[in-house]
Nanobody
Framework: QVQLVESGGGLVQPGGSLRLSCAGS????????MGWYRQAPGKQRELVAV???????TYADSVKGRFTISRDNAKNTVYLQMNSLKPEDTAVYYC???????????????WGQGTQVTVSS
């Protein structure tokens, strides 16, 4: 059973910082891509940042220069460092991973349960 467990969300003032973590556990044979999405109230889920295996990264235009995604492949963990936070960054943040639970499995996408980030004074 594969699980992605997020942590690090909370309430922060505008201009502040938070660091989200997402750790994969259970049967994981290989991970291809890890990333973050977010969903604000009344809006569709949107891509925040994605990091395939290797060093390449992709960011939403709205977070470029403020957010940084990174991975620790040995720990099956992806991070999202969020700086200069704005009220419009308020959302539930979800991590995801495209992985194979075993060498016999196909590639599948797994999601975390979500962590709330609220930016408010």
């Amino acid at each position: 059973q594969v699980q992605l467990v997020e942590s690090g969300g909370g309430l922060v003032q505008p201009g502040g910082s938070l660091r989200l973590s997402c750790a994969g556990s259970g049967s994981i044979f290989s991970i291809r891509t890890m990333g973050w999405y977010r969903q604000a109230p009344g809006k569709q889920r949107e891509l925040v940042a994605v990091m395939p295996s290797g060093d390449t990264t992709t960011y939403a235009d709205s977070v470029k220069g403020r957010f940084t995604i990174s991975r620790d492949n040995a720990k099956n963990t992806v991070y999202l460092q969020m700086n200069s936070l704005k009220p419009e960054d308020t959302a539930v943040y979800y991590c995801y991973a495209n992985l194979r639970p075993s060498y016999l499995s196909s590639w599948s996408v797994y999601w975390g349960q979500g962590t709330q980030v609220t930016v408010s004074s």
